[in-house]
């Protein structure tokens, strides 16, 4: 018994950091409706500069503290600093930017602190005068962790004061419930919301301090605390501190009492009580049921058929370009298979977001669901490289329908939320599955069939599957399904009031998705001969989202373009440089500042005066 | 027998009572029109007709099937066409796919996956186009419409899966005068040629009495008078809440009550 109420309070300790960093994203969300993407690099960077600092002061209670405040406010400001250079200039910008924008604030802190504190973790010292542990009727529990069980619900009373008790909070308020009235009445909305960036950031960088004495310093902790906070939010509900309070203490508690019973498997646990509390309350436990906020999305214009001449010319220019790298050799064919691979999972990304109007943050785990179906049917029962082929969009399409029936009851950003949540959840089962995935080691030994086994064939066969992959989703586009998708897209009410069930054609294409993500996960093991954990992280979603902005979300040729760009652009980036994600960041947040209002809303701006 | 019969429909937003035990009926064949000052229910009242909102208390009958709890989905599925305030259309569809997709939703062709829609359907869209004289509008992007033919594009859907009642939440709104009596026109006509029943809502008086056979006020989420034009004009309750106290004093003309109401 003893051992349990030990065990309840490690769970409320971990539960601390966990509302600190959701709590700050609440609080951002709440005013400027943006969700940070980059609120786990905030909090890791709370992490990093609280070693250097404390390190650096030295020992001592002062030091320590003083390090630790020091970090939080260094981070408040590099919050308040991202605001003015970046996120100002989006507010008004489809959300798919305002995410992509934020994550290109991801990659480049990524290398940042790479760069800064190297790739090793960092051990901070324990704190003064809590570096011992109590004894619980028999138990031992870490001073330091009886510190954050009082921390958590007193920083969500100072939270509560600031907001109900300061004029400030009150201003706050004022523009989180009615923006419009605010700016009316004369609140300086812009000076507000950089202030409400420098808390929300201040909080996240004073959890990421915190953790210092409890685990190491990382490079990994940006993407594990922000799907964890996504998460916490989702059951919560957006907006409201409590809610993030009671949510984070169940996530802590959840995680204490998983890792007794199920070691390996504590964020299943965490899924299933996602799931159960989005079917009973999908606005979240606390959370009030509102209707998600305005998108601002581009309105597509509509496809028109092509002229038959240039739809021979354009097979044509498809077969040529297919062609070139037979010509060049085993490299080339590698490569080109890849481009082909990413052009099928981008254009399946590009079907549910483009057409279907839904922004899916984890694409990736169905191209993993692909990859990794295709590698254990080799490893385990040593099956045929076509009958893994077959298999791999089965089981993607089996994840989609699971994952995607939650999905489609929410929409926007809490859709993007929950998808990033389900794809995170997938990479580390992928990675904490020792047994049976191999874990990071990954499962090795997937060839291709003895056939298939030469760089060109595989290139032939890679392209053949890809197109058949690519010609479907471009056949259901035109086809009625595609209409209703666009049209749901368009006008939900109007679609529901024409007999549209809209949530359960959503899901269908969110199942379809996945299979064609699935059959390029597929051909991705066959191609590298292994699968690691990484092909279904964050990053490779964000990838495909990229090739997705690049090429233009609108159009049904993007994805395919902005596959091959993007593609090049790694290629030639990567081989120059260790820093590539830097640059990689740098472009993104370029382009979504370039064309705040998507690509294009940009050329609808400037060649729009065509169509009459 | 009534085709459409509303039986003490409750629906409370938070403290305030939107409608309470609101009861009328439609005939078939009939136009009824919802009337009343703002923030009398009528959309509330719409919306729960439509399974936009599910009402807290009451019943919503169409044919003798209960609708309450509905998905707007299921309801269009009985027979039920419905317009709404704000005319939603599929902005990146062309006016032509737009009704094309009505109509294939109306088959059950939705969840074809290969054959493209461009051939569906096409010619019952052209005819559905025709009727509300859109035609030569067919392949612009319906985003370039202008209001008056966005509405009119709008009745063309809601008429696609042949509805024996129409719910049209104030047809005319938002449209400059003259195409304001010539859509009244068209909707009336096509009502009548095949013989749907109607109920809109309105703030246009002059649209109200001249098209409504039988009209249900609406008063803080209360009926508070049914009956022809003629009864509802001259009834005292009606002209107290449209006119306020001073009405019965007054002894103007009946036609005065309507044209005041429409301000």
């Known amino acids: ?612 | 027998m009534s085709l459409l019969s509303v039986t003490g429909l409750t629906k409370s937003f938070g403290g305030v009572q939107a409608l309470r035990g609101v009861d009328f009926q439609v005939a078939p064949g009939e136009a009824v029109a919802l009337i009343g000052p703002n923030g009398a229910g009528k959309s509330t009242c719409f919306n729960a007709i439509g399974g936009q909102l599910v009402p807290d208390a009451g019943s919503i009958e169409y044919e003798g099937k209960k609708l309450n709890g509905l998905p707007p989905h299921r309801i269009w599925r009985l027979g039920i066409g419905r317009t709404f305030q704000v005319a939603a259309t599929f902005a990146s569809l062309t006016v032509r796919e737009n009704v094309q997709m009505a109509v294939a939703s109306y088959r059950g062709l939705l969840g074809r996956l290969i054959r493209p829609l461009r051939a569906l359907c096409r010619d019952e869209a052209d005819e559905a186009l025709r009727t509300v004289g859109l035609l030569d509008q067919a392949d612009r992007a319906c985003g370039l419409l202008s209001y008056g033919d966005l509405k009119r594009l709008e009745l063309a859907l809601a008429l696609a899966n042949e509805p024996r009642l129409l719910l049209m939440d104030e047809p005319t709104a938002g449209v400059a005068g003259g195409e304001r009596r010539e859509l009244m026109e068209l909707i009336a006509r096509t009502m009548e040629d095949r013989g749907i029943s109607v109920l809109f809502t309105e703030h246009d008086m002059d649209v109200v009495f001249g098209h409504a056979r039988r009209i249900v006020v609406l008063h803080r989420g209360e009926v508070v008078a049914v009956g022809d034009p003629d009864s509802v004009r001259r009834d005292a309750h009606v002209r107290e809440i449209y006119l306020g106290s001073a009405a019965e004093e007054e002894e103007g003309g009946e036609n005065e009550g309507g044209e005041g109401a429409s301000c």
């Not at chain 1, 201003?171 to 929300?200: C, H, Q, S």
């Not at chain 1, 009410?493 to 069930?501: K, M, P, Q, S, Y």
């Not at chain 1, 969110?510 to 699935?518: C, E, M, S």
């Not at chain 1, 059959?519 to 092909?535: D, E, R």
Request: hydrophobic share 60%.
């Open chain 1, 1 to 612: 018994m003893s051992f349990y109420i030990v065990q309840f309070l490690t769970g409320l300790a971990s539960a601390a950091s966990l509302f600190l960093v959701a709590s700050g994203l609440s609080v951002i969300f709440g005013v400027s409706r943006v969700v940070n993407f980059a609120h786990g690099s905030l909090y890791m960077l709370g992490a990093y500069l609280a070693y250097t600092l404390v390190t650096h002061l030295g020992g001592g209670a002062l030091g320590f503290w003083g390090g630790i405040v020091g970090a939080a406010i260094a981070v408040g400001i590099i919050g308040a600093v991202i605001e003015t250079l970046l996120l100002r200039r989006l507010y008004k910008s489809p959300e798919l930017f305002q995410l992509v924008g934020t994550f290109g604030v991801v990659l480049v802190v990524q290398d940042l602190a790479l760069a800064i504190w190297g790739p090793d973790d960092l051990l901070g010292p324990r704190a003064p005068g809590l570096d011992g542990a109590v004894s619980i009727l028999g138990h031992r529990l870490p001073e330091y962790d009886l510190l954050l069980i009082v921390l958590g619900p007193a920083v969500l009373l100072v939270l509560w004061l600031l907001l109900n008790r300061t004029r400030w909070g009150i201003l706050v308020r004022a523009a989180t419930e009615d923006p419009e009235m605010a700016g009316a009445l004369g609140v300086n909305r812009k000076w507000l919301l950089t202030g409400v960036f420098f808390v929300g950031a201040l909080l996240a960088g004073l959890g990421g301090a915190l953790q210092l004495p409890r685990e190491p310093a990382n490079l990994l902790m940006d993407l594990n605390i922000i799907a964890e906070v996504f998460v916490v939010v989702v059951i919560g509900g957006m907006g409201s501190l409590g809610g993030a309070f009671l949510a984070a203490v169940l996530i802590g508690e959840l995680q204490a009492f998983g890792i007794l019973i199920f070691p390996e498997i504590t964020l299943v646990l965490i899924f299933l009580v996602m799931a159960i509390v989005l079917v009973i309350r999908p606005w979240g436990l606390l959370g009030k049921p509102e209707t998600p906020p305005p998108m601002a999305r581009a309105v597509g214009r509509p496809f028109r058929p092509l002229k038959p001449g240039w739809r021979i010319a354009g097979y044509a220019a498809f077969a040529l370009l297919g062609a070139v790298p037979l010509a060049m050799g085993g490299y080339a064919a590698q490569v080109a298979s890849e481009v082909v691979i990413f052009a099928l999972f981008a254009a399946s990304l590009h079907f549910i977001m483009g057409i279907g109007g839904m922004i899916s943050f984890g694409h990736a785990a169905y191209l993993g669901f692909g990859a990794y179906g295709a590698a254990l049917l080799v490893h385990y029962l040593g099956a045929d490289m076509l009958a893994a082929l077959v298999a791999a969009p089965v089981l993607a399409a089996l994840a989609a329908a699971v994952f995607g029936w939650f999905c489609v009851r929410l929409s926007g950003v809490y859709l993007a939320m929950l998808t990033l949540a389900f794809a995170q959840i997938s990479w580390s089962i992928a990675f904490q599955w020792y047994d049976f995935t191999g874990g990071d080691n990954g499962i090795l030994g997937i060839w291709p069939a003895a056939w298939a086994s030469g760089p060109r064939v595989f290139y032939l066969l890679t392209l053949v599957v890809g197109l058949a992959g690519g010609w479907v989703l471009r056949r259901a586009v035109f086809a009625p399904f595609g209409y209703a998708l666009r049209a749901s897209r368009d006008s939900f009410t109007r679609a529901e009031a024409l007999g549209i069930d809209v949530k359960r054609l959503q899901w269908q294409a969110f199942i379809l998705a996945g299979a064609a993500a699935g059959l390029a996960g597929g051909l991705y093991a066959f191609l590298k001969g292994s699968v690691f954990p990484t092909v279904m992280a964050i990053p490779v979603s964000v990838d495909g989202l990229v090739m997705v902005l690049i090429g233009g979300v609108q159009t049904l040729l993007g994805p395919i373009v902005g596959a091959i760009g993007f593609e090049w652009l790694k290629i030639s980036i990567a081989s120059e440089t260790n820093f590539w994600r830097i640059i990689l960041g740098a472009v993104i947040i370029g382009t979504v500042l370039a064309f705040p209002q998507g690509i294009v809303g940009f050329a609808k701006e400037r060649y729009g005066r065509r169509e009459k």
